[in-house]
């Protein structure tokens, strides 16, 4: 299995921009999660998904953030309008009934 | 509310040397699950290890080891004849037992291990 693939690696925006960020989970998992890395909060969840379904979006920051999942093999995470307190590392992770998370290689996202 | 400590920012040893980085967790549950993660360099997250809270048991693999006390919420992990390739961010996590279905991770702030030749 190719594990968790995310892109794209690296995004450079400018304030005010729309982001996209893409993630296709392990196949046969049924759990997706997006999280946000910064130095300065760590590793923070934004939203995550069981079946494509959202179950728990508390930690998207505002509503700039937006998650779908619109099949079992894709989601996105999109930022609009973006800002540079935006910037960090995005990862995508999934997992199989409720299990262990694997994770993508993350989106450094870096808006200016 | 669930809460991982890993009060160690930062540790820095010479090759060969053993380590232990600490990990403390606070849960109301009765059935929960820890992890720990290692993030290298390179920036992925990479699973180590779980365990579910009624197996104390200490785990070994290869000069990695586990040690889960429920006396003090600890899971502290052990890399024995540390190796440069082993310097890392290393986290702990926690998730809660639903029957909906495991929460999602919380993870630790993370223990920067650097190995230095």
């Known amino acids: 299995d190719a594990g968790v693939i995310q892109s794209p690696r690296h995004e450079v925006t400018e304030m005010g921009q729309e982001v996209t960020l893409r993630c296709k989970p392990i196949?046969?998992?049924?759990?997706l999660f997006w999280y946000r890395q910064t130095m300065m909060r760590g590793l923070e969840l934004l939203i995550y998904?069981?079946?494509?379904?959202?179950?728990?979006d508390s930690g998207m920051p505002e509503d700039r953030f937006s998650a779908k999942m619109p099949n079992a093999s894709f989601s996105t995470l999109k930022i609009q309008p973006s800002e540079p307190r935006d910037s960090a590392v995005y990862f995508c992770?999934?997992?199989?009934?409720?299990?262990?998370?694997?994770f993508g290689q993350g989106t450094r996202l870096t808006v200016v | 509310a669930q809460k991982v400590t890993q009060a160690q920012t930062e540790i820095s040893v010479v090759e060969k040397e053993d380590v232990t980085l600490d990990c403390v967790y606070e849960?109301?549950?009765?059935?929960?699950?820890l992890f720990w993660y290692k993030q290298p360099p390179s920036g992925e997250l990479v699973f180590l290890i779980r365990?579910?809270?009624?197996?104390?048991q200490n785990e070994i693999s290869g000069r990695y080891s586990w040690n889960f006390q429920k006396s003090t919420s600890s899971f502290n992990f052990t890399i024995t004849a540390s190796q440069v390739v082993d310097s890392a961010v290393y986290f702990c996590?926690?998730?809660?037992?639903?029957?909906?279905?495991?929460?999602?991770?919380?993870f630790g702030k993370g223990t920067r291990l650097s190995v230095i030749a």
């Open positions: 992770a999934s997992s199989f009934i409720s299990r262990e998370a694997f």
């Open positions: 196949s046969g998992h049924d759990y």
């Open positions: 998904f069981n079946n494509n379904v959202p179950i728990d």
């Open positions: 849960t109301r549950d009765t059935t929960y699950y």
């Open positions: 365990r579910n809270s009624f197996d104390e």
């Open positions: 996590a926690l998730s809660e037992a639903r029957l909906s279905g495991n929460t999602p991770l919380v």
